[in-house]
């Protein structure tokens, strides 16, 4: 029997996350200790309530409310505990101590990821946060040290599960947003305030991590275009499905050259809800899982899908980063500096460029189609497809008919200028709805 030295883990909070860790530490922890080559001691776990049921259960005398004096003389801390205060106050504080940090924390790191980084470059610790993007997917880690020669130049994802659990449920069952929901919390696959999942605050928090470790600049959270999926109607994803499309929340971040500026790239985070054509690998992303395209210059297209949310899944992700810590307490040396010190501009949603599905109740009259043709060849967005259905027949003193127009890419500040004025003209009765379509 190999006697290895401790190190001492404080685990900060015991919810769907840290239960779990806590449970697999407890069970495993001698294999652990074998690929770390040292003992991961579990010495206590911070929690605001110390009579809530945990599911799996936490030894009671593991539990304290006081996250402080655990941290004081720990190697490792796992902050579990979500929110900015008081996880940032006390990462700080860990790192200070000169304990290694692990956090599957998205919402600080995308808020506060520069401060923290760099108090940890000050003092050679390391923070480790391969949960905080994609649950259980290795991304974190490809992105920072597999692709570390490679240029990225494209990512293109489904990174928050509950919002994917959400659309597919009212895609396959028909359920209500509200109905999907409700069961994504019970799964424990949504944030504590599961507005974050919906308004796409979670889904924008990984873009800006995701895109400031692969393009190697800060990409501030406030920079990322953000839309979420409450305005989506279970009108809209039928009508999808027909199409031949289904919809997602997707997370696409872009290397893009920057238009009158010869040979000059920056860079575009963006989240919002999108048609994917049936027959793309996205559309086949059931349930809580997550999937991420990562396109780069040498190594060409790569694919991560796994289980995007979840406690026990998001659980291995933090085992993973807890072996890595420990090894290098083992094997000492200074921590990896994060790389994203560099400031490439963060180009706005106005220069993106994209193509869109346009959905229009019309005037069911001769001539109206070439009214609206010549509306988006004025605007400069070439169109690529359009289908009519008939007149519904309710109104015969003034018939109507929807006009579903595919366009080519174009940028958004064209199309924007193109609702408007399909918006104002005397033909269209009202503009149904305008959705962009990715991944073709
Ligand atoms: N759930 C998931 O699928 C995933 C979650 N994450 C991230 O992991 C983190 C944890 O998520 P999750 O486990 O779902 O969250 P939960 O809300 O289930 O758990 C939070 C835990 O932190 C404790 N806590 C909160 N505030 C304090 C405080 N001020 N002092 C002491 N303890 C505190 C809570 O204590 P008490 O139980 O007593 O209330 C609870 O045990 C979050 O950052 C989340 O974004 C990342 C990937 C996936
Ligand atoms: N609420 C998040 C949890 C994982 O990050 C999600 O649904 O993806």
Known sequence: MIEYRNLRVALLGG????????????EHGDELANRSGAGLELVGVAVRDLDAERTPAIPKHLLTTNA???????????????????????????????????????????THGPELFEAA??????????AAVGGAIPIIRPLRDSLAGDRVTRILGIVNGTTNFILDRMDVHHDTLEAALATATELG?????????????DAAQKAAILASLAFHTTVPLE???????TEITAEQVDAARKAGYVVKLLAICERIAIEGRDGEYGVSARVHPALVPVAHPLAAVHGANNAVFVQAEAAGDLMFYGAGAGGRETASAVLGDLVSAARR???????????????IEVLPMSSVRTRYQITLSVIDEPGVLATIASLFSEHGVSVEAVSQ????????????????????????SSLATTVAALGSNSVVSSVVSVLRVEGV
Request: glycine share 12%; proline share 3%; hydrophobic share 45%.
């Open 15 to 26: 919810g769907s996350v840290g239960a779990q860790v806590a449970a697999l530490l407890l």
């Open 68 to 110: 402080e004096e655990l941290i004081l003389g720990a190697d490792i801390v796992v902050e579990l505990m979500g929110g900015l205060e008081p996880a940032r106050e006390y990462i700080l504080q860990a790192i200070n101590s000169g304990a290694d940090v692990i956090t599957a924390n998205k919402a600080l790191l995308a």
């Open 121 to 130: 470059e000050q003092v050679g610790a390391q923070l480790y946060y391969e």
């Open 189 to 201: 696959y949504a944030e504590a305030d599961p507005t974050a999942d919906v308004g796409g605050y």
């Open 223 to 229: 920079a990322v275009h953000r839309e979420g999926i």
């Open 329 to 343: 307490h083992v094997i000492g040396g200074p921590g990896i500096a994060e790389s994203t010190h560099a400031t």
């Open 389 to 412: 259905s008939v007149s519904d027949g309710k109104n015969l003193a003034s018939p109507t008919a929807t006009l579903v127009i595919v366009t080519h890419e174009a940028t958004e």
